[in-house]
């Protein structure tokens, strides 16, 4: 009885420290499973955070800031896309007006404009 109450503990911590790292369901289960393994494999999994190119801090996947350095965060800039002369907005390359502002582009006079 006292193994079961100490591997549900285990469970619980292991999904205290997974869920400040956006996985607390499934470090609850190798809590579970693996008791006080469950908890140290917890303590050091990545979870859902990547790193920060200015201080390699570890920050949240949809951070627009690092809370460590409090630079802004860009995302990356999709492939196959141009930014809307008019919104800025990305949009994909050669659609005839951009989703966002509704606004009539043509390209061939926007790529001048990008060069």
């Not at 956006?22 to 990545?46: D, M, N, T, W």
């Not at 802004?72 to 999709?78: C, G, M, S, V």
Request: glycine share 12%; charged share 20%.
């Amino acid at each position: 009885m006292e193994v079961l109450v100490l591997w549900l503990a285990c469970g619980i911590i292991a999904a205290m420290i997974g869920a400040r790292k956006g996985e607390g369901c499934l470090a609850f289960i190798a809590g579970i499973l693996l008791g006080p393994v469950g908890i140290i494999g917890a303590v050091f999994s990545r979870g859902n955070r990547v790193e920060c190119r200015f201080c390699r801090e570890l920050i949240h996947r949809d951070a627009t800031a690092c809370p460590h350095c409090q630079r802004e965060i860009k995302p990356p800039k999709p492939t196959g896309t141009m930014p809307c002369p008019l919104c800025k907005e990305y949009i994909p390359v050669g659609v005839g007006a951009c989703p966002h502002c509704a606004g009539a582009i043509d390209w061939r006079i926007s790529d001048r404009r990008q060069s």
